[in-house]
């Protein structure tokens, strides 16, 4: 006589059961401290994408083109022009809030006449001061503020730029 399927399986849940009963019994702890927490590694943060090397379509001499990016629509970039073939100015404002700016990167890369990468180059600014903890300077956020992205390293006469804004961070 063979015994039925059923009753070999009962004996075996069984047994898994007061395994795993006997598993997390509540037994006295010598420590009544918890258990640390370990650390957690957070990956550092993506940087911006690398210039073109060369552009699709060639620059018109002086032209200063702004690439769409995560916070274009959260600024208005006015009198952007290339001075003297060295640097991109012009005047931000931040328009979608007028909290503290905590950061703020504007990066230009600097193209020849043929649309070929000569240079780059990138501006910081923060309305939080680290030490007094306040900005006397004209916010983004309300006045604007006036730029200047220098260019560095060059390896040829800039005729056109491209600025992005890869970061900016508010209150």
């Known amino acids: ?3 039925r399927p059923g009753a070999l399986a009962r004996p075996a849940l069984a047994a898994l059961a007061l395994g ?4 997390c019994s509540a037994a006295p702890a010598a420590d009544p401290q918890p258990a640390p927490v370990p650390s957690v590694a957070l990956p550092a943060p993506k940087q911006a994408a690398a210039p073109a090397a060369v552009l699709a379509a ?3 001499p002086g032209e ?5 990016g ?8 006015t009198g952007l022009r290339l001075d003297g073939g060295r640097a991109v100015t012009g005047h931000l404002t931040v328009t979608s ?6 950061a703020l990167e504007l990066r230009a890369a600097f193209y020849d006449a043929k649309g070929a990468l000569v240079g780059t180059g990138a501006f910081h600014y923060q309305e939080e001061e ?7 300077g004209p916010h983004a956020g309300r006045e604007g503020i006036d730029l200047t992205v220098g260019a560095d390293h060059l390896t040829g006469t800039p005729a056109a730029a491209v600025l992005s804004l890869p970061v900016l961070v508010n209150e």
């Open 130 to 136: 680290e030490a007094s903890g306040r900005h006397d």
């Open 58 to 60: 060639p620059p018109a």
């Open 64 to 68: 200063v083109r702004v690439e769409d």
């Open 1 to 3: 006589m063979h015994p």
């Open 97 to 102: 809030d007028v909290s503290d700016v905590l």
């Open 70 to 77: 995560p916070f274009t629509d959260r600024v208005r970039l």
């Open 20 to 23: 795993l009963l006997a598993g």
